[in-house]
């Protein structure tokens, strides 16, 4: 489980087929009011195993971070929650693409997803 700060958080949405757009050497795009935005799955960001579902199928959140928008495509959305934060690196070590960490109400750990990072490491990728 992963958090996504409301901050950095423009809308979620469940995309269709005619707004989405494969460019050969690129990510994937998808249509959002009349403006392409990259997709980026936080499966592959984070290096878990694929969702086999197509993407119509799951949930596409975009999110602004540093002057701009990705479209970060998630397996599913739970609710909002207030949350305690834990920095990781006073605990542990920084890890790219997370701020933190809390502990949810059953007991699990949820990583705190830094946009920035994301965005940051997109527009490095692309750049390349």
């Known amino acids: 489980i992963y958090i996504l700060p409301p901050a950095s958080v423009l809308e979620s949405m469940q995309p269709e087929a005619g707004q989405l757009k494969a460019v050969v050497g690129r990510p994937q795009l998808i249509r ?34 540093e002057g701009q928008t990705l479209a970060l495509v998630v397996d599913a959305l739970v609710g909002q929650q207030q949350v305690v934060i834990k920095s990781l690196e006073t605990h542990y070590r920084r890890i790219a693409g997370i701020s933190g960490a809390t502990i949810l109400g059953d007991g699990r750990v949820a990583l705190i997803v830094d946009a920035g990072d994301i965005v940051r490491a997109h527009a490095h990728a692309a750049a390349a």
């Open 32 to 65: 959002v009011r009349d403006e392409f935005v990259p997709l980026v799955s936080l499966r592959d960001v984070f290096d878990v195993e694929a969702d086999t579902r197509p993407l119509t199928e799951r949930i596409v959140v975009l999110v602004e971070a």
